[in-house]
């Protein structure tokens, strides 16, 4: 029923490294673009990445720890967390939009990250 499915969450020692993938729930259903997110308890949902065709984007912030990146022929988008740490510690959700400037509209329902010290 929810458009992205994804999946790689779970529970790490900081300083590890994790990676998540995102995929369509359905045939068919068409990624233009592809943004990864994460919310914490009590926290605004906080943007983390996105990417469009070959193209990244990062908040300054994320730079250093946070690589997005795709496979087109397996239909997969890959977020990468290196050097986990316990404010990582979050769901983490991806998105899509219909095309340039368009609002993230479908969403994945997210996964659990958490790190321990």
């Known amino acids: 029923q929810v458009p992205l499915v994804e999946s790689g969450g779970g529970s790490v020692q900081a300083g590890g490294s994790l990676r998540l993938s995102c995929a369509p729930s359905?045939?068919?259903?068409?990624?233009?673009?592809i943004a990864w997110f994460r919310q914490a308890p009590g926290q605004e949902r906080e943007f983390l990445a996105s990417?469009?065709?070959?193209?990244?984007y990062y908040p300054d912030s994320m730079k250093d720890r946070f690589t997005i990146s795709r496979d087109n022929a397996k239909n997969l988008v890959f977020l990468q967390i290196d050097n986990l740490k316990p404010e990582d510690t979050a769901v983490y959700f991806c998105?899509?939009?219909?095309?340039?400037?368009?609002?993230?509209?479908?969403w994945s329902q997210g996964t659990q990250v958490t790190v321990s010290s």
């Open positions: 990417i469009s065709g070959r193209d990244t």
């Open positions: 359905a045939h068919g259903f068409i990624m233009y673009n």
């Open positions: 998105a899509t939009n219909t095309g340039d400037g368009t609002p993230w509209r479908f």
